[in-house]
């Protein structure tokens, strides 16, 4: 039973390269959102997805894009990574919009030099 | 925009002391949840509080639902180093926010 599966689990990027996260789930969840959590900040909402093809803006959408083209997966893009975009990302599911139980992946550390 | 203000931030205890640590908001929540994040994971569910003035236990852990339903708190009974974790409260019903969190430390 994987849950929620994020990839990498580490990365370290130049200033201006771009990359992918990717997170995939496997519980046929509806929503899924990506967040970042930085210390004394707790996780801050990026972009969110209540189902296939359809995505939204959080609370810190800049420098990110997403997109929902199955169920299952629900990448995020950096187009030209910044020292500012160094953090933790976690990705997160739940059954659909407004169910309380989020299911989170085990995180991604980026780090941008 | 919904906010949620986690109090104290910080908080280092001797094992089997009481505590409890607070979540606020000046918004109406239909429901908050509890989550514990330990290093290198992410967060965990522990609870969600659903009625204004609910009270839900779980083991040495008990959560509160404020009667307005802007606030909720966790108390935690004789604690123990394997409650040392971050503790975050969540809410929202379009999109799901989180507070910042109180980390918790329990020495032994």
């Known amino acids: 039973n994987a849950g929620v599966t994020q990839t990498p689990k580490f990365q370290v990027l130049k200033t201006g390269q771009s990359m992918t996260l990717q997170c995939a789930q496997d519980m046929n969840h509806e929503y899924m959102s990506w967040y970042r959590q930085d210390p004394g900040m707790g996780l801050r909402l990026i972009h969110y997805s209540v189902g296939a093809g359809i995505t939204d803006q959080g609370e810190v959408p800049n420098g990110y894009n997403v997109s929902r083209s199955t169920t299952e997966d629900f990448p995020l893009r950096l187009l030209s990574a910044a020292p500012s975009q160094t953090s933790v990302y976690f990705c997160?599911?739940?059954?659909?919009?407004?169910?309380?139980?989020?299911?989170f992946g085990q995180g991604t550390r980026l780090t941008v030099v | 925009t919904q906010l949620l203000e986690q109090s104290p931030q910080f908080l280092s205890i001797q094992e089997g002391e009481n505590l409890t640590v607070y979540c606020n908001s000046s918004?109406?929540?239909?429901?908050l949840q509890w989550y514990r994040q330990e290093p290198g994971e992410g967060p965990v569910l522990l609870v969600t509080v659903v009625t204004g003035g609910e009270v839900k236990k779980l083991k040495r852990l008990t959560f509160q639902f404020g009667d307005a339903r802007k606030d909720s708190s966790l108390h935690i009974t004789a604690a123990q180093p394997g409650d040392t974790g971050l503790y975050l409260c969540a809410g929202g019903d379009d999109k799901i926010i989180f507070g910042k969190g109180t980390r918790l430390h329990i020495l032994p």
């Open positions: 918004s109406v929540f239909s429901s």
């Open positions: 997160a599911s739940t059954r659909s919009q407004g169910d309380t139980e989020a299911f």
